[in-house]
């Protein structure tokens, strides 16, 4: 009965009031969440929220867990996202997993220090359909595109892209050079 009170004491103290801040080191950063909530989209969702979204750049990757290059990739992705957020630059993700596979890959964007939700295809719509939403894609993974301010495509690559590949991209669709892959 002691250990269950204790646990329940413990587990009280821990949720506390949500206004109260827990004290931190100040060399300790605040811990990821165990994973990120996949929200499942149709590609028209996708477009209906870049074209309404407050930033000047849009980067938009299209991965899976399943595929290595992808995974090896979204490091930069997230390193992009940090360091061009001040320029007005949003990176979102958009796992084309298999919906079973949804806490895998919300698991993997939180391990990467991702914040916030993303987003997954919805098995609502089919395959071809989602893919005919993204004129050149023909489903190559990873897949990038990038938004200029005026929500036109600067730039899409189908496969892997290096850090230096990502910048110039983000660095054309921000001085409104456009081009692709």
């Known amino acids: 009965m002691h250990r269950v009170l204790s646990l329940a004491l413990l587990f009280a103290a821990a949720c506390g009031n949500a206004s109260e801040e827990t004290p931190r080191p100040k060399d300790s950063a605040p811990k990821s969440p165990a994973t990120v909530e996949m929200i499942g989209v149709k ?3 996708v477009h209906s929220t870049i074209d309404s979204a407050d930033a000047k750049v849009i980067v938009l990757s299209f991965w899976a867990t399943s595929c290595v290059p992808c995974v090896k990739e979204l490091p930069h992705f997230v390193a992009l996202g940090r360091e061009w957020a001040d320029r007005g630059v949003k ?3 958009v796992s084309a997993d298999f919906p079973e596979d949804r806490e895998k890959a919300g698991a993997l964007l939180a391990k990467l220090g991702v914040v916030g939700p993303s987003w997954i295809k919805s098995a609502q719509q089919k395959d ?3 893919l005919d939403g993204f004129t050149p894609w023909d489903g190559t993974l990873p897949a990038t595109f990038v938004y200029d301010e005026d929500r036109h495509v600067a730039a899409f690559h189908a496969g ?6 990502l910048d110039t991209a983000v660095r054309g669709a921000l001085s409104g ?3 692709s892959d």
Do not use: K, L, N
Not at 160 to 165: F, L, N
């Open 160 to 165: 892997p892209m290096t850090q230096a590949e």
């Open 43 to 45: 590609a028209s969702d």
């Open 91 to 93: 990176v979102v993700f």
């Open 177 to 179: 050079a456009a081009g």
């Open 128 to 130: 071809q359909a989602f």
